[in-house]
């Protein structure tokens, strides 16, 4: 199975940027969708972006379009979350996520691997 590991976390003020990683082990990588999701407290866990297998498709939520950008490098079973213009209300626990199809969904039902989460603090 896939083992998934998140990084780049951390406490940043608003307008900063921070640069989320997820690094993957196991079974071949390459041809899996993955996703970042984020749960705020109190909240439900939902979706942030999401990119196909090759990189050439992908997803953003309304509330990230124009601020994050996800990417991949399947040479290094790696994924990637760029985070700019950060503001307070991005302050939740990040997860990475990986699913066996190689087109994403935006459920998290539809994943299938998870990270343990990194945590985002956004201050004002």
């Known amino acids: 199975q896939v083992q998934l590991v998140e990084s780049g976390g951390g406490l940043v003020q608003a307008g900063g940027s921070l640069r989320l990683s997820c690094a993957a082990s196991?079974?071949?990588?390459?041809?899996?969708?993955m996703g970042w999701f984020r749960q705020g407290p109190g909240k439900e866990r939902d979706i942030v972006t999401a990119?196909?297998?090759?990189?050439?498709?992908?997803y953003y939520a309304d509330s990230v379009k124009g601020r994050f950008t996800i990417s991949r490098d399947n040479a290094k079973n790696t994924v990637y979350l760029q985070m700019n213009s950060l503001k307070p209300e991005d302050t939740a626990v990040y997860y990475c996520?990986?699913?066996?199809?190689?087109?994403?969904?935006?459920?998290?039902?539809?994943?299938?691997?998870w990270g343990q989460g990194t945590q985002v603090t956004v201050s004002s």
């Open positions: 996520a990986a699913r066996s199809v190689t087109f994403y969904g935006t459920s998290p039902g539809g994943y299938d691997y």
């Open positions: 196991g079974r071949t990588f390459s041809r899996d969708a």
């Open positions: 990119i196909n297998w090759s990189g050439s498709s992908t």
